[in-house]
């Protein structure tokens, strides 16, 4: 009907792409932040592939549960777009919308007629009696669509603010699902990292190798210098 329509058609204007953006917000902050704690590694500091592997698959494990939550919020959206509730709260709401107008009305025509503040002046009852009638008069003398627009709006407004709350409570809750289940996912990728995986992340670089090759063969050099040092010593030649 006109009401579901109306309902559904808001949801996926007003409340839609606020929800995608916050899934965006949460994934990028636990992306940014397990790349952070990675290559903060004292322990890894010197194993470059190492640290680029995790922080790959630490993007590619936020990228797969942001995927699975994205569907558990379509699928809340896509109950929202039906209006349902048995809160109490609804109907508070409506009673309220109801009376609320009739009020400000008749509080104005009482202003009007009997002054405010330091204006205030004495009016007949019966004048009074016959103001306030008015106001009443007024509003029986709407036509049933009035009263139905009228009351269209008011089950709206107050369906809204109850929608809202339940909205406002499961999105955040759904969003941070992603940084709850981080860790077992990621947990699980590393169990599955092979023997000779691990061999080849725990590798040092090329140009790391080589340069220790380098600094080996300086150390041999050093240590012949040293031995023939030591020799010439022995043989009671003194080097001054």
């Known amino acids: 009907d006109v009401f579901n ?9 007003e409340w839609h792409q606020p929800t995608m953006d916050l899934l965006d917000f949460t994934a990028n902050l636990t992306e940014t932040a397990a790349e952070e ?10 194993l470059p592939f190492l640290t680029n592997y995790l922080v790959e698959k630490s993007s590619e494990v936020v990228d797969s549960i942001k ?6 919020i379509e699928k809340l959206i896509c109950r929202e777009r039906r209006p349902y509730t048995q809160n109490h709260y609804l109907f508070e709401n409506v009673s309220k919308l ?17 002054g405010t503040g330091a204006e205030v002046q004495q009016v007949s009852p019966e004048n009074l009696h016959l103001a ?3 106001v009443f008069e007024r509003n029986q003398k709407k036509s049933v669509d009035e009263h139905m627009a009228e009351e269209m709006q008011n089950a709206l407004d107050g369906y809204g603010k109850v929608a ?3 909205f406002v409570d499961n999105v955040p809750m759904i969003c941070i699902g992603i940084l709850q289940n ?37 150390v041999k050099t050093l240590e012949k210098g040293i031995s023939t040092i030591k020799g010439l010593s022995r043989g009671g030649i003194s080097i001054s």
């Open 67 to 72: 995927e699975d939550t994205k569907k558990e």
């Open 182 to 218: 981080f860790p077992e996912k990621m947990n699980e990728i590393l169990f599955d990292v092979t023997d000779s995986e691990v061999e080849q992340l725990v590798a040092a670089p090329s140009d790391i190798i080589t340069r220790m090759n380098e600094l080996k063969k300086e």
């Open 132 to 134: 306030v009638r008015a």
């Open 5 to 13: 329509a109306i309902v559904g058609d808001q949801i996926e204007k």
């Open 164 to 166: 809202f709350k339940r």
């Open 37 to 46: 704690f990675i290559e903060g590694l004292d322990s890894i500091r010197s």
């Open 98 to 114: 109801r009376s609320e107008r009739l009020m400000d009305e008749v509080l104005s025509t009482l202003d009007a007629h009997c």
